[in-house]
Structures are given as structure tokens and as C-alpha cells.
């Protein structure tokens, strides 16, 4: 697995490279390779759609099958599994990380390309910095019709990651020789030409617009994790559930823009759900972690470490299995149709044709009014133990209102920003209180196990009378951010 950042650019067939030899200490090449590939798809091109790339290649000094899932622009994950014989199967490991874009329909042969590859390496020393590939393309489409395309392209990809000031120096090289930054953003694309997911057409400048290209956005980031996800990469859970619930708020907060939507939110719900307990062994874990490194040796007795580590590290991978098994069954796919359906065809509500600024300007307001509802509510109650339920509820309402203001930040300015920062200042210092009390939870729950094992649980009551105090403080900190906050936000709003 790596990381590809590369800028590519289309050139006729008589360009002529230009000279590199004063970007790098030295320069190698050209070396000439015969590349042949076929690309997988389903029948109605559902990863190229996405920018997605799965192929079988042969030839050059990386034959294989290599998937490619876009990143951002000009930077793309790819995943590499060695060559096998068969043409007809592709490898169940890379089959397994298309899923969200497949949902359960065949791959097949769509594409063969052949390439002429002639490769310029730039070096420092030992060290390969960036390649220059010059590309002659015969592109077969394989599916009816079988069209032929040919064309030159050139490539410049970035091997040193910290070196992007060199990869600019050389697109203005290849510019400056008469190259043009491609349109397409792979080969594939430029044979099958795959139309992008469908999204409703709003007026330019309503809210519509607005609302439903942030919708698009977090439908994408939410897909781009779930291969991630599968792999169960650093944070990958953390921000599929970030995805999954910055889409269900802002349909909640712009339910006059979009509305009907209520089943969406519950299936959204769900998969946050199913993400969320990996997510909180993982979280808990690291936090017993830091806190027993912060002990002096002598007060750790017993096996506290493996009960509180390698114990909730076997229960977080059981947890992942679950959400693996979730994500490869009917109802989770049903979830990714129905959000293409609502980018589709979208029920818009009497606020989406308005002006933009006008009326998400209301939205957020009346986003941030709804968290000091809650407050004024949680006050009013007098019994401790409920009034500590009723935080929870202006914890998720300030949740709300900061995903509300960043949604809207591109087109409504630096005020929402200052505003989805006061927001976030309340819902962290309510989550460091919620977090410690789920963590002595936790640790009693732990000191109990170990108790019936015929262990120590000195170290557990001593984490657990941290974590209290961890939980006061933040208590007690709440009235002045909570006033401060009020205070900043009437001026924001």
C-alpha cells in the first residue's frame, strides 16, 4: 500500500520532453517498458464513476493488481496484491475493499490498455525523488462495441513525499514545453468516459445548491473510508463515524432545504452505531494506556496492563469483525443507494430555492438557539443524576450546531468558523466529564473481573479516583466556558 501523488498532463505526439537535468542532484533514464492492463468494473461503471482504478498489469518493474482509490486531487491510495494467473477472478482481497462501490454486483473486464512507458527518474544520490513517465496509450473499450483510443500522456510522480516543491518545478517545466494539465483523472476514465454520480441541479447561489454539495461531500468522505475501514487503518473507524454523522446532523439542521429524510437519519444512526464500539475500545484503550504510563511502577500491581490492553484490544477486534460484517450486508448497501437517490432526485424543501447566504445565515442561529434551549432545560431540572442526563443533550445539540457552522463556513465566512469553534469548545469540555464518567465505568467493571480472578485491583481504584477527578474538573470548568461562549456567540450572531 501507498500513497500516489502525481500531476498528469496530456501532450501531443510530437512533444519533446524538456530538459530536467538542473531539477535533482542527477537525472537517469529514459528507460522504455511494454505495460500491458485490463481494468475491472461493474457492467455500468460504478468505481470509475467514483475515481476508483482496479487492474491486472503486466510488464514494467511493478506488475500486479493494483487498486487506486482517489485521496484528493492528484493523490490516490493504491493497494497492491502480487499477479496471479487468472484473468477472470480478481483477488478476494481487493474485491473486498470495492464493496461500497460494487454493492454485491459482478466485476468484469471493461478496459485493456497498452502502454509504451518511457521513464525519467529524478535522484539525489541513492534516492529516487520523482519519476517522469512519457506514455504512448492504445485503449480498448471490452465492452460492446470494443472502441479504440489512442493518445500520448505524460506523468510526473512524486516518489519522495516531502519533495512537492520539486513536483512543482517540474509540471511548470513540462507546461512551459507546451504540456496541459489533463482533464481526466486517470486513463481509464479517458476510454469509458464514465459519467460522475448524479446530482440534482439547484439554482446557483440557493441553498440548495449549497446543502447538497456538502451532502455529496460527506457521502464521498464517508465512502472513501469504508476500504480503510475494512483494512482497519489508523483512525479509519474514527472517520467513517465523523462521516456517518456529519451527514445525519445536517439533515437534521437543513431540514427546510431537504426534507423527508427521516429514514436516511435512522439507517445513518445505525451505521454510527455499528462503528461506534470499536471506536470506543479504541478510544478507552489508548486512554488506560496513557494514564497507567503516567503511573510510577511501583503503584501498578498485578496484570492491570493486559486487562486493560490486550483485553480491550480482543474485544475491539471483535468489534471490528462485526463492523465488517455489517458493511458486506444488504441493509448497509441499502444506505449507500438510498444516499445516491436523495443526490439524485432530492425532496427540496421551501427554503432550498432562497438565497443561500439569506437563509442558512437563519439556520445556523436557529442551530446554536437550540443549545441554549437545552441548557435552559438541563438547569431547570433539579434532580443531579437527571440534570447530568439533560447535559448529554446540549453536548449533542452543540455537536449539531459546530458541524452546522463548518458546513457552512465556505459560503457564510469566517464567523461560522469562530462559531463552530465555540460550539466545539462546549461540546469537548461536556465530553471530557461524559468520558471520565464512562471511563470508571469501565474500570470498575475491569477491577471486578479481576477481583473474581483472585487479582489486585489496588491500581483500579486509583485510576478510577483519577478519572473522577478528571470528571470534577471538567465540571467545574463548564459555567465559565459555558458564559464565555454565550457571550462570543451573541456577537457572532
Known amino acids: 500500500m501507498g500513497i500516489e501523488i502525481e500531476d498528469k498532463f496530456d501532450v501531443p505526439y510530437d512533444y519533446a520532453l524538456p530538459d530536467l537535468d538542473d531539477l535533482a542532484a542527477g537525472v537517469t533514464g529514459p528507460k522504455s517498458y511494454q505495460l500491458v492492463a485490463l481494468y475491472y468494473d461493474t457492467p455500468d461503471l460504478r468505481l470509475a464513476a467514483r475515481g476508483v482504478t482496479l487492474r491486472r498489469r503486466r510488464g514494467g518493474d511493478d506488475a500486479g493488481w493494483h487498486l487506486k482509490l482517489p485521496q484528493a486531487k492528484g493523490v490516490r491510495q493504491e493497494i497492491a496484491v502480487p499477479l496471479t494467473r487468472s484473468t477472470r477472478t480478481v483477488p478476494p482481497e481487493l474485491t473486498e475493499l470495492v464493496r461500497a462501490y460494487t454493492r454485491g454486483a459482478e466485476l468484469e473486464v471493461v478496459a485493456e490498455l497498452d502502454t509504451r512507458r518511457s521513464v525519467t527518474v529524478l535522484h539525489d544520490g541513492g534516492t529516487r525523488l520523482l519519476e517522469v513517465a512519457d506514455d504512448r496509450v492504445k485503449a480498448t473499450d471490452r465492452r460492446e462495441g470494443g472502441r479504440v483510443v489512442r493518445w500520448r500522456e505524460v506523468e510526473a510522480e512524486l516518489i519522495d513525499e516531502s519533495r512537492r516543491a ?5 509540471g511548470k517545466r513540462l507546461r512551459k514545453a507546451g504540456a496541459k494539465p489533463s482533464g481526466a483523472a486517470s486513463k481509464l476514465a479517458k476510454v469509458l468516459q464514465p459519467a460522475p454520480p448524479p446530482l440534482a441541479r439547484c439554482e446557483p447561489g440557493s441553498a440548495g445548491e449549497v446543502v447538497l454539495a456538502y451532502l455529496a461531500s460527506q457521502v464521498n468522505a464517508l465512502l472513501s473510508q469504508d476500504p480503510r475501514v475494512r483494512r482497519a487503518d489508523d483512525d479509519a473507524v474514527h472517520q467513517m463515524r465523523v462521516a456517518s454523522r456529519r451527514l445525519r446532523s445536517a439533515l437534521k439542521a437543513f431540514k427546510t432545504v431537504v426534507s423527508g429524510t427521516e429514514q436516511v437519519q435512522d439507517e445513518l444512526r445505525w451505521l454510527g452505531t455499528v462503528l461506534g464500539e470499536a471506536r470506543d475500545l479504541e478510544v478507552m484503550r489508548a486512554r488506560f494506556g496513557e494514564r497507567l504510563a503516567g503511573l510510577p511502577s511501583g503503584l501498578i500491581v498485578g496484570p492491570v496492563r493486559e486487562r486493560l490492553g490486550a483485553d480491550l484490544l480482543a474485544r475491539e477486534r471483535d468489534a471490528y469483525e462485526r463492523i465488517k460484517d455489517a458493511l458486506s450486508g444488504e441493509r448497509y448497501y441499502a444506505l449507500l443507494n438510498a444516499l445516491d437517490a436523495l443526490l439524485a432526485g432530492p425532496s427540496l424543501g421551501k427554503a432550498a430555492p432562497k438565497p443561500a447566504k439569506e437563509r442558512l445565515a437563519v439556520i445556523a442561529a436557529d442551530n446554536w438557539s437550540r443549545v441554549t434551549k437545552a441548557y435552559d432545560r438541563a438547569q431547570a431540572v433539579e434532580d443531579p443524576e437527571r440534570r447530568e442526563t439533560a447535559m448529554h443533550d446540549v453536548r449533542k445539540a452543540a455537536k449539531r450546531a459546530r458541524y452546522t457552522a463548518e458546513a457552512l463556513r465556505p459560503t457564510l465566512g469566517k464567523g461560522m468558523a469562530k462559531l463552530a469553534k465555540r460550539a466545539e469548545d ?68
Not at 166 to 170: D, P, T
Open 166 to 170: 520539486l513536483l512543482a518545478k517540474v
Open 426 to 493: 462546549i461540546q469537548e469540555v461536556l465530553g471530557a466529564h461524559q468520558d471520565g464518567v464512562v471511563a470508571q465505568e469501565t474500570l470498575t467493571e475491569e477491577a471486578e473481573r479481576a477481583r473474581r480472578a483472585g487479582e489486585d485491583t489496588f491500581t483500579y481504584g486509583l485510576l478510577v479516583g483519577i478519572e473522577r477527578d478528571l470528571a470534577a474538573r471538567a465540571h467545574a470548568d463548564f459555567p465559565g466556558v459555558w458564559a464565555e461562549t454565550v457571550k462570543a456567540v451573541a456577537k457572532l450572531l
